[in-house]
């Protein structure tokens, strides 16, 4: 399976934009790439997903590179509720490994005052 | 539109006992996911079962663990004999249709495991 990157931590500002980077050099031309995040004590709620063009939705946005090796989620404003551990996942089809989740160790975001 | 629902919530189990773990899934969803949090750890894949199939179980523990989703009635992840490194919170996912890479999974709140 194609692996990803994520840094451990990310502190932002409330009210400010958030960038989340996660890197996966070693992606396939049918991976899929999806956002989750887990609130304290909650399981993980879906963000958002895209295969190559960027993609936009009520909760976030997501910028794709040209060679999709990388990507970035995108927190227009962030807020205190928004303090999480996102993951970023790859979701391959062609090899059944579409139904399951794999998840990292993915970014804490801490969001403060 | 209610969510996934997961019961219980907490459960407290002594070594050698049996947990028994269920999960509703959405209406309309017919498949269903099993993960497994450690604590300090991420979330690790175990089961995806459809209406009384097994689909994939690579992620299993080869003893002592089982699951099942009949065609009536909620999902169940039963742990046979609880020991202490079981003690962890299991969250289920559902979703209306199988892989395609782009199906949304929809998690339920978990439920947390603790042996004593």
């Known amino acids: 399976d194609a692996k990803t990157t994520q840094p451990n931590s990310m502190e932002s500002n409330e009210e400010e934009p958030v960038h989340l980077p996660c890197n996966h050099s070693?992606?396939?031309?049918?991976?899929?790439i999806h956002w989750y995040r887990q609130l304290p004590s909650q399981g993980p709620e879906y963000v958002i997903h895209?295969?190559?063009s960027n993609v936009n939705n009520r909760m976030a946005s997501l910028a794709i590179a040209e060679d999709r090796k990388s990507s970035t989620l995108i927190l227009h404003r962030a807020t205190l509720r928004d303090a999480a551990v996102y993951y970023c996942?790859?979701?391959?089809?062609?090899?059944?490994?579409?139904?399951?989740?794999?998840f990292g160790t993915g970014t804490q975001l801490k969001v403060e005052l | 539109n209610a969510g996934v629902m997961q019961n219980p919530r907490h459960l407290v189990r002594r070594r050698g006992q049996e947990a028994r773990l269920r999960c509703s899934p959405m209406?309309?969803?017919?498949?269903v996911y099993w993960y497994r949090q450690l604590p300090e750890e991420g979330l690790k894949f175990m089961v995806y079962?459809?209406?009384?199939?097994?689909?994939?179980e690579s992620g299993m523990p080869k003893e002592r663990f089982s699951a099942e989703f009949p065609k009536e009635g909620p999902s169940i992840l039963r742990i046979q004999q609880v020991v202490r490194g079981d003690s962890a919170a299991y969250f289920c996912?559902?979703?209306?249709?199988?892989?395609?890479?782009?199906?949304?999974?929809?998690f339920g709140p978990g439920t947390r495991l603790l042996v004593l």
């Open positions: 996912a559902s979703s209306r249709g199988q892989g395609s890479g782009q199906e949304t999974q929809y």
């Open positions: 070693t992606i396939s031309g049918t991976d899929y």
């Open positions: 895209g295969l190559t």
């Open positions: 996942i790859l979701r391959d089809p062609s090899e059944g490994g579409g139904n399951k989740l794999t």
């Open positions: 209406k309309g969803h017919s498949h």
């Open positions: 079962l459809q209406k009384e199939n097994i689909i994939d």
